[in-house]
């Protein structure tokens, strides 16, 4: 059972690029995430599902582009890579779709823009 | 918007001992909030959730409180091990179909 799947794991980039982080999960959840970890911050909500075809805005999406045509994979647009977007990013899943319950997460993708 | 605080960025505790971390929040209130645990270049991994309407709650050596008076909720790790050692989030629900995460405690149990 694979659960939430993220690649790349590691990614560099020159300010100005674009490039898309995957996300996939196995587990038939409604309710998949965005989250950016950087350090004494903890994790900032960057957008959510909470179905196909159902996507919102969390606390910091500038910059950041989602879609969710299927259930089980949520991709993630840098439009234009900044230093700022330099961090951890992690993806996350539950079953409901009211996001309440308890997340699983992906093993995180570390980008840094140089 | 919610604001969440975890007592210290880092806890040293001797093995054995009994480990309490601290989550204040302010403004609205949950109606649930979630312990995970992260370990160095992993993500996090659920521990335990507890409602609004639910003092405490325990899961083998975890015990979380919450009291919505002090708009606090306590953590502990009771005869700690050195395997415990990892980052502890805290994380509450904002009403708007997504979670609200602590910075998280860093806990370090020595042998």
């Known amino acids: 059972n694979a659960g939430v799947t993220q690649t790349p794991k590691f990614q560099v980039l020159k300010t100005g690029q674009s490039m898309t982080l995957q996300c996939a999960q196995d587990?038939?959840?409604?309710?998949m995430s965005w989250y950016r970890q950087d350090p004494g911050m903890g994790l900032r909500l960057i957008h959510y599902s909470v179905g196909a075809g159902i996507t919102d805005q969390g606390e910091v999406p500038n910059g950041y582009n989602v879609s969710r045509s299927t259930t089980e994979d949520f991709p993630l647009r840098l439009l234009s890579a900044a230093p700022s977007q330099t961090s951890v990013y992690f993806c996350?899943?539950?079953?409901?779709?009211?996001?309440?319950?308890?997340?699983?997460f992906g093993e995180g993708s570390r980008l840094t823009v140089l | 918007s919610q604001k969440i605080e975890q007592n210290s960025e880092a806890l040293n505790i001797q093995e054995g001992k009994t480990a309490t971390l601290t989550c204040n929040y302010t403004n609205y209130s949950p109606a649930y909030l979630q312990w995970y645990r992260q370990d160095p270049g992993r993500g996090p991994v659920f521990l335990l959730l507890?409602?609004?309407?639910?003092k405490e709650k325990r899961k083998e050596r975890l015990k979380v409180t919450f009291d919505t008076t002090l708009k606090q909720s306590l953590f502990h790790i009771t005869a700690s091990q050195p395997a415990d050692s990892a980052t502890y989030l805290c994380a509450l629900d904002t009403g708007r179909r997504a979670l609200t995460f602590g910075s998280g405690t860093r806990l370090q149990v020595q042998p």
């Open positions: 996350a899943s539950s079953y409901p779709g009211t996001g309440t319950g308890e997340l699983f």
């Open positions: 587990m038939n959840h409604e309710y």
């Open positions: 507890i409602r609004e309407n639910e």
